[in-house]
Antibody, heavy 118, light 107 residues
Framework: QVQLVQSGAEMKRPGASVKVSCKAS????????IHWVRQAPGQGLEWMGI????????TYAQKFRGRLSMTTDTSTSTAYMELSSLKSDDTAVYYC???????????WGQGTLVTAST | DIQLTQSPSFLSASVGDRVKITCRAS??????LAWYQQKAGEAPKLLIY???TLQSGVPSRFSGSGSRTDFTLTIGSLQPEDFATYYC?????????FGGGTKVEIK
């Protein structure tokens, strides 16, 4: 079965960077794009961007350009999301999701809580 | 950017009720809309894509309709496990924005 397993919770100081991993299994990694979506505490879902599995094509939401980087490692079927210059309002649960038919997020990781705080 | 407005933002209903949630897009998105269900502490789950196509394994009491700018998610007969927050998302063009969510609670 399709599974996306994310790395564990992170606590960072404002101004630091965080890198979250998302290891895929149960399907051919190179056949599907990966979305990244975040959710601040008590808030709704926010789409951050999408990456093709070979890692050579990315589209980021405007608000994150300049401090968001998405990459992949096809040898381990893993996608990565790195967010730099963290601010307190970057505190959120970050999800990866497989982009299936019509680009819908058809399978999701369990989420990674990133806390940016002094 | 395309904005999605969901209504209501909060809904109180009883088991067995028929429930409708609407999602309005700020411009024509054809049928490029998905619906997700999220329970507290869990990742979202895809229910419907292409406005009206039921994702495999999703109960048939869920249905989607609409096109262009106006869309509806209907739960035919609300079950205890359906109490959750529901989100729409468009897939027409980047950025792929979500609606603000509709929380369905027990009356």
């Amino acid at each position: 079965q399709v599974q996306l397993v994310q790395s564990g919770a992170e606590m960072k100081r404002p101004g630091a960077s965080v890198k979250v991993s998302c290891k895929a299994s149960g399907y051919i990694f190179t056949s599907y794009y990966i979305h990244w979506v975040r959710q601040a505490p008590g808030q709704g879902l926010e789409w951050m961007g999408i990456i093709n599995p070979s890692g050579d094509s990315t589209t980021y939401a405007q608000k994150f350009r300049g401090r968001l980087s998405m990459t992949t490692d096809t040898s381990t079927s893993t996608a990565y999301m790195e967010l730099s210059s963290l601010k307190s309002d970057d505190t959120a649960v970050y999800y990866c999701a497989r982009a299936g038919l019509h680009n819908v997020a058809d399978h999701w990781g369990q989420g990674t809580l990133v806390t940016a705080s002094t | 950017d395309i904005q999605l407005t969901q209504s209501p933002s909060f809904l109180s209903a009883s088991v067995g009720d028929r429930v409708k949630i609407t999602c309005r897009a700020s411009q024509d998105i054809s049928s490029s809309l998905a619906w997700y269900q999220q329970k507290a502490g869990e990742a979202p789950k895809l229910l419907i894509y292409a406005a009206s196509t039921l994702q495999s394994g999703v109960p048939s009491r869920f249905s989607g309709s609409g096109s262009r700018t106006d869309f509806t998610l209907t739960i035919g007969s609300l079950q205890p496990e359906d109490f959750a927050t529901y989100y729409c998302q468009h897939l027409n063009s980047f950025p792929l924005t979500f609606g603000g969510g509709t929380k369905v609670e027990i009356k």
